[in-house]
């Protein structure tokens, strides 16, 4: 799917991203995946890592479907690497810190619970969709057949002055009755859309920003890190079933032992009409993470990230997210604990079928976490567990 | 176990059914053991496998694993699974940074079912000896009200109160009593006496037994004794590979025991055999009845708790069909399983769940149907023996096309 060009493409932009960051973007948002079905979105980023970045090591994708690359520290033998770190490393002397970013692939959606005898969808939820918004929302299965989602008149008659819920909801897909229904019981459904760039190429909107985006900021930053090798061992690993549950970050913490954990993912923005107050604004920068609903950011990795920003003439603003989490909050947890914060995209009105960010903050992102290459030895808050 | 006597009007059971322990099934349903308290059903499925396994072991928090040597297994394979582990057992997966030391050598599958089931706990006597009472697990006011429940070890005979019909508001019948509100009546006139009897922590469940409908069962546990008893019946049979079969507990309060025994055995992939809800009463709208009781054992494709391994349940469906056992994909609706916990534990195991479709679950008299559970055990077994390592095979990143996809014309 080609992005529309009513607007100016970004590549007319003076402080553009790059073209291997905005071909993550085009193709990762192209590809479908609610949570617990990421294939093609892994898909995609595989084959994008191969065109872009062929020498990141992919380790492996394990049993739940997260995708582990790797990009060892300088000086290291980079190619096979990944195969001769030792299990438990971590406590070798002279080893380079272990930086994990962790980008949830996963969407959110819905899925198929019932269809009925006239060939009708109903469905339940699959993570945090607005229920009593999706009147109205196109979605697309896997297979790319695409219906809309509607409510019950006389429910929603019934309920007026209340919000729509589940049960009113049913998806038409065109099938005149059960049998002609191609969708079964199981299937999965997102949001149907695209990409298109808006204001002259400097935002873009997308039905699934949360988290390609993020996807396309983490393939990116070890593009570069893998180019110019730093101290530190930076481990990329895209996530599966964030949205219901931070599942996939909870095995990945397991499986890679690290020093410093770090999610990417999209946040709020406060930068709208009647919007509650939320001081993070498109084009602000990335935001680093100092809270939200589900975490609290280690302080010396906000210190640390907000210093590789100033050394790197990063944009950055804060960001304090009243509701809502994401990986680290997950990440944080594993073993006995890791220090962990978060590089967030701001993004509009997220969830929803048309979310928009600023790609300059996608390009802050991506530098930021890039940067991170550089690793943390020599911070004060920073002492290795030897 | 009572019955209709059903004779010759009834068919004989598919699946080779009618060779099924169904006393034992009766005898699990009909024990008590509210979460925390699963002695008594432990110590039943342990008389009842342990002939039939080669290890039998329990663990700190009474979680019961029996463990079936595989007959493919060579013997220098099988490792002690009931200490910490090797501490050079670790390297499995060569280039896992996570490849943990107490990690066996060769990975068992594991087959799950829980031993609890939910009920009430006693909180705290009255002036007037009546016994406050909390709930233990999901358990509605209504499934209580005017109950006889055995209540402690000795199973003391009390009865959860019901008001007076004639003395009844409009208001009251209107909706569902509140556990706060309701009261065990013990008999007994005094706190000194009811003290006599039973102790504040004291589990209290219905006071039923099960009764054989002909194709159909009813009791009060059958979730997940169900569950249980089709694990029993499946130790008998040997498989290809190791299987250690768990029989956990607290699932009700909060699928608290499989965890840690996913995190023990580090299965190479788990099934949880479930006893699951229906909403299949008559009713006025065209919608799921998650499932259908006598529709066969039902496939979880995803549930509040998780999403199922789709290896798995390809294996499953594809078993059914080549069996002809009748199936059912259970609707994706809430609810959760010990497989949330399971699928989560270590670096992820491929879990999936098979349940035998319930109606009135979670109160007095739970309905299940035989050719449903006969149905489970004749799939699971199937798949156990048909299984092969290659399911769950790390999934290739060096060619196009997922294998995890569910779509039956995009998979490869």
């Not at chain 2, 039973?198 to 219905?206: K, S």
């Not at chain 2, 130790?235 to 507990?249: A, E, K, N």
């Not at chain 2, 149907?369 to 390592?389: F, I, Q, T, Y």
Request: net charge negative; proline share 7%; aromatic share 4%.
């Amino acid at each position: 799917m080609n992005p529309q060009t009513a607007s100016a493409s970004p590549s007319t932009v003076a402080n553009a991203p790059s073209a291997p960051l905005l071909d993550a973007l085009v193709t990762f948002t192209a590809a479908w995946g609610p949570s617990g079905r990421e294939g093609a979105v892994r898909d995609a980023i595989i084959a994008w890592l191969a065109a872009h970045a062929p020498t990141v090591d992919i380790v492996r994708i394990d049993a739940l479907g997260n995708l582990f690359t790797r990009v060892g520290a300088a000086g290291e033998a980079a190619a096979g690497a990944a195969a001769g770190v030792p299990a438990d490393d971590r406590t070798a002397p002279g080893r380079p810190a272990r930086i994990l970013i962790a980008a949830h692939m996963d969407e959110i959606g819905v899925i198929a619970t019932h269809v009925d005898a006239t060939g009708f969808v109903r469905c339940s939820a699959v993570g945090g969709v607005p229920i009593a918004d999706l009147v109205g929302c196109r979605v697309r299965f896997e297979s790319g057949l695409e219906g809309v989602i509607d409510a019950e008149a006389i429910a929603r008659k019934a309920a007026a002055g209340q919000t729509a819920t589940l049960d009113m909801l049913y998806i038409d897909v065109g099938a005149p009755d059960r049998a002609a229904c191609p969708v079964r019981v199981g299937d999965a459904a997102a949001y149907a859309g695209g990409l298109v760039w808006q204001d002259g190429g400097r935002r873009a909107m997308a039905h699934n920003m949360d988290n390609r985006a993020g996807c396309a900021a983490l393939a990116e930053a070890l593009r570069r890190a893998a180019a110019a090798p730093g101290a530190a061992e930076v481990w990329g690993v895209f996530t599966v079933q964030e949205e219901i549950g931070l599942r996939g970050a909870r095995t990945a913490g397991f499986d890679v032992p690290c020093d410093v954990a770090i999610a990417v993912d999209i946040t709020g923005a406060g930068d709208l009409p009647g919007a509650a107050p939320l001081a993070l604004a498109l084009g602000g920068g990335a935001a680093v993470k100092i809270s939200d609903g589900g975490m609290i950011s280690h302080r010396g990795v906000v210190g640390w990230l907000e210093r590789l920003a100033a050394d790197g003439h990063i944009p950055v603003q804060p960001e304090v997210l009243p509701g809502g989490t994401t990986d680290a909050a997950a990440l944080q947890l594993t073993g006995a604990g890791v220090p962990a914060g978060a590089v967030s995209i701001p993004t509009r009105h997220a969830h929803r079928p048309g979310q928009v960010i600023d790609l300059g903050d996608l390009e802050a992102a991506a530098a930021l976490l890039a940067a991170t290459r550089i690793g943390p030895s020599g911070e004060a808050w920073y002492t290795p567990q030897d | 176990m009572s019955g209709r006597n059903v004779g010759d009007v009834e068919p004989a059971l598919p699946y080779g059914g009618d060779g099924l322990d169904w006393a034992l099934l009766a005898a699990l349903s009909d024990a008590r053991g509210v979460s925390g308290d699963e002695g008594r059903v432990r110590d039943i499925v342990a008389a009842a496998v342990a002939p039939h396994v080669d290890e039998l072991w329990t663990d700190a928090i009474g979680n019961l694993y029996a463990r079936k040597r595989g007959d493919r297994v060579a013997a220098v394979a099988t490792t002690d699974l009931r200490g910490v582990g090797r501490p050079d057992a670790g390297a499995n997966e060569p280039g896992s940074p996570a490849a943990r030391s107490s990690e066996p050598a060769v990975p068992p599958l594991m087959v799950c079912a829980h031993l609890d089931e939910v009920g009430l706990m006693v909180v705290d006597i009255d002036g007037d000896g009546m016994a406050r009472l909390a709930a233990v697990g999901g358990v509605l006011g209504a499934a209580v009200v005017g109950q006889r429940v055995r209540i402690g070890a000795d199973g003391v005979v009390g009865v959860v109160g019901l008001p007076p019909a004639h003395a009844t508001t409009d208001a009251v019948r209107a909706r569902l009593p509140a556990l706060e509100e309701l009261r065990i009546d013990l008999g007994v006139t005094t706190r000194d006496a009811a003290l006599a009897l039973v102790q504040p922590g004291d589990g209290a469940i219905w006071d039923t037994a099960t009764v054989d409908l002909g194709p159909t069962l009813l009791g009060k546990a059958m979730d997940d004794r169900a569950g249980c008893w089709a694990l029993a019946m499946l130790l008998r049979s040997r498989y290809p590979m190791d299987i250690v079969g768990v029989f956990s507990v607290q699932e009700e309060a909060g699928t608290r025991g499989a965890g840690p025994a996913a995190h023990r055995l580090a299965p190479s992939a788990a099934f949880v055999l479930e006893c699951g809800t229906t909403d299949d009463t008559p009713k006025d709208r065209d919608d799921t009845p998650v499932m259908r009781v006598g529709d066969g054992p039902a496939i979880t494709v995803m549930d509040s708790s998780m999403v199922a391994d789709v290896r798995l349940v390809r294996h499953l469906v594809a078993t059914a069909e080549r069996e002809a056992i009748r199936h059912q994909i259970r609707a994706p609706k809430g609810g959760g399983t010990d497989g949330g916990k399971i699928h989560l534990a270590r670096r992820g195991v491929p879990t999936a769940v098979v349940s035998a479709p319930c109606r009135y679950l979670h109160g007095p008299q739970a309905l299940v149907s035989k050719h449903d559970l006969a149905g489970m055990v004749a799939l699971v077994r199937a798949a156990l023996e048909s299984w092969s390592p290659d399911i769950v095979a790390p999934i290739p990143f060096d060619r196009p096309g997922s294998p995890h996809s569910l779509n039956r014309e995009v998979a490869p």
